[in-house]
């Protein structure tokens, strides 16, 4: 299984990096046809990330978009995605698994402009996500956990083959969350934990955000292999989000950069 950040700056696209986007991808066998293929599933598709996602594979071989929340820096380019499925180079083709906390579509029209006549059926195959209720893309198997945040939202856990062939790989995708129970529970004993830390420890505000230095406590307190600090504000020195971690957190650190490839 393969994690590549794809945009990571917080709230808004930045001036090195698109907003949200990570591609998960792992290899597996294909049921219509028997032969080894790799899968591909985005978590996260914010402003300016759909560009980008093309320089890393085609954009027509994806198998699914699972949006963590609604805000638009997490789900704005989810248009452009649209318009590449019914009119440009992935028309015509199976639709994808476009999976999100209840009401997605109607925010998806909402970014469109469009009305409830609309239902993306020749694009997106929707799943509503359910906390606890796993599904399976291809060799991978997504479970996701209730967040802690201005909207309804959740963490997303992945389970797929190690590259090395050695039993299962995990990860676990905060999406937008202050630190609560059932992520620390979704991300325990994974191997990395790509966390969020779009506050500082001097933001006061709860419910919103983690920090670093909550986010090294999830970390901590479910004894994770690796973690890696992400949607960290374009305005905020990534410094400041590790060094925070660094003070509950003494194991494997990064901060997401943009084309930054993790292998599990």
Avoid: N
Wanted: glycine share 14%.
């Amino acid at each position: 299984m393969r994690l590549q950040i794809v945009g990571c700056t917080g709230s808004m696209s930045g001036p090195r990096s698109a907003a949200s986007c990570y591609l998960v991808q792992a290899d597996g066998p294909d049921p219509a046809t028997g032969a080894t293929r790799t899968w591909s599933v985005v978590l996260d598709m914010g402003p300016g990330s759909f560009g980008q996602l093309w320089t890393h594979m085609d954009p027509s071989d994806l198998d699914g978009v699972i949006f963590s929340h609604c805000h638009a820096d997490h789900i704005g380019d989810v248009i452009s995605l649209h318009v590449h499925r019914r009119w440009g180079p992935a028309r015509g083709k199976t639709p994808i698994v476009l999976g999100g906390p209840e009401g997605v579509l109607d925010r998806v029209r909402q970014i469109d402009g469009a009305g409830p006549e609309e239902t993306y059926e020749g694009e997106f195959a929707l799943r509503t996500l359910i906390a606890g209720e796993s599904f399976r893309i291809g060799p991978l198997t997504l479970t996701p956990s209730t967040a802690w945040h201005s909207v309804p939202g959740f963490g997303i856990r992945i389970e797929g083959p190690r590259e090395d062939g050695a039993g299962p790989a995990t990860l676990f995708y905060t999406g937008d969350t202050d630190e609560c129970d059932t992520i620390t529970r979704g991300a325990s004993g994974v191997d990395l934990l790509l966390s969020e830390a779009g506050f500082t420890d001097e933001d006061e505000v709860r419910g919103i955000h983690l920090s670093g230095s909550r986010a090294g406590r999830i970390a901590a307190t479910g004894t994770v292999g690796r973690l890696v600090l992400t949607h960290i504000q374009p305005w905020t020195d990534s410094g400041v989000a590790f060094r925070e971690a660094r003070t509950v957190w003494d194991g494997p650190l990064d901060v997401a950069e943009a084309g930054r490839l993790f292998t599990l």
